[in-house]
């Protein structure tokens, strides 16, 4: 299903249009993968429209799963997606069945945001923590009956997992249902598992319009399973970050999603902290008018700095500088370019990004 595909619902009296303005007030900063799309909205007194792309799937409610492994793949993906919400300083608030929605692929797109909240990005959002372990349980519930000793095996082992933990976010759910999942692959002998751990879930394709500014710099907090269209950006052995176009998209089980020109990239691992922008050094050089990634990974300081963004190939970046204290990156205007700023409590330094 393409973005132009559009699902139109409609309010005709105040507190349904409230609460559907409210939506796409949200939506509006919540363009991510694993979320329906926000196509548009307009409202005339009590009478309101909401236009949603790729949300034309059956829900969790009326189309249960057929077994375990199914199960297990859909929760990763859903864990993670949530957790994404909460990085990007919302709480869903309402996750039940029925807003939980489909795709062909078996995985999910999350709907229903109209009990949603703003909170502090990464901010523990109990309450949907609880639904999601609880919407988990019931699907395990409601699970095709099956006699088969490997089947019954892998429920159980599944019904473990998709109990919360204290002090559990959605991407320590998401990494365990992950972990899982690979393992339920690797006990079936499935020859197309990328044996890679960083690169062993599969992920559908999406595409949606820009992003809202305060999604553009992302910060990882989390583990799981989410959704790219072209690319995987991933740093191996903490020295190289690298970029490269996906063939049969998978996605990294950490790292932050951003996304460039309508497609989405996974980027980094957890704790990883990324900014998109049209770099220049401290003197002013390097602007090209290309807006490309910069990375910090805060556990180290290391700065890596792309000058594009694959296609073909495999693009790699050393290390720009270290800067030792950093928690975040910054991005400031400074003319026609960006100027990079790694930040820390104790620091503020100027990142040579040309």
Not at 12 to 38: C, F, K, N, W, Y
Not at 257 to 262: F, I, K, L, R, S
Request: glycine share 10%; proline share 5%; charged share 25%.
């Amino acid at each position: 299903m393409s973005d132009r595909d559009e699902t139109v619902q409609s309010a005709d009296d105040r507190t349904s249009a409230d609460r559907m303005e409210h939506e796409a007030r949200i939506l509006a900063d919540v363009q991510l993968p694993g979320v329906v799309v926000l196509l548009g909205f307009q409202r005339r007194g009590d009478r309101a429209e909401l236009r949603l792309g790729d949300a034309d799937h059956p829900d969790m409610a009326t189309q249960p799963l057929v077994d375990a492994v199914a199960l297990c793949r859909l929760g990763s993906a859903l864990a993670r997606t949530i957790a994404e919400v909460h990085r990007a300083g919302v709480a869903h608030g309402d996750l039940r069945s029925n807003v939980v929605l489909v795709d062909e692929r078996g995985l999910p797109v999350l709907s229903g945001f109209t009990s949603a909240r703003v909170v502090a990005p990464g901010e523990m959002a109990d309450d949907d923590i609880g639904a999601l372990g609880s919407l988990l349980i019931d699907a395990h519930g409601r699970l095709r009956p099956s006699d088969s000793p490997t089947e019954l095996r892998r429920r159980k082992r599944l019904n473990k997992a998709c109990r919360p933990v204290r002090h559990e976010t959605a991407g320590d759910m998401a990494a365990r249902l992950a972990d899982l999942s690979i393992a339920f692959q690797q006990e079936a002998g499935d020859d197309e598992a990328p044996p890679d751990l960083d690169e062993s879930i599969r992920a559908r394709v999406t595409r949606t319009s820009s992003s809202a500014g305060r999604l553009r710099k992302v910060a990882a907090v989390a583990a799981g399973v989410a959704a790219i269209a072209v690319g995987i950006v991933a740093i191996r052995g903490g020295e190289r970050a690298t970029i490269a176009p996906v063939v049969v998209p998978t996605v990294s089980p950490d790292g932050p999603v951003v996304e460039h020109d309508g497609q989405r990239f996974q980027l980094g691992s957890i704790g990883d902290v990324v900014v998109i922008g049209d770099w220049a050094d401290p003197e002013g050089r390097g602007c090209d008018g290309l807006q490309t990634p910069a990375l910090l990974r805060p556990s180290t300081g290391a700065v890596y700095v792309f000058d594009a963004w694959a296609d073909s190939g495999v693009l790699a970046a050393d290390a720009t500088m270290i800067v030792s204290g950093a928690a975040t990156l910054e991005s400031d205007t400074g003319g026609d370019c960006d100027l990079l700023r790694a930040v820390g409590p104790e620091i503020d330094a100027q990142v040579r990004a040309g």
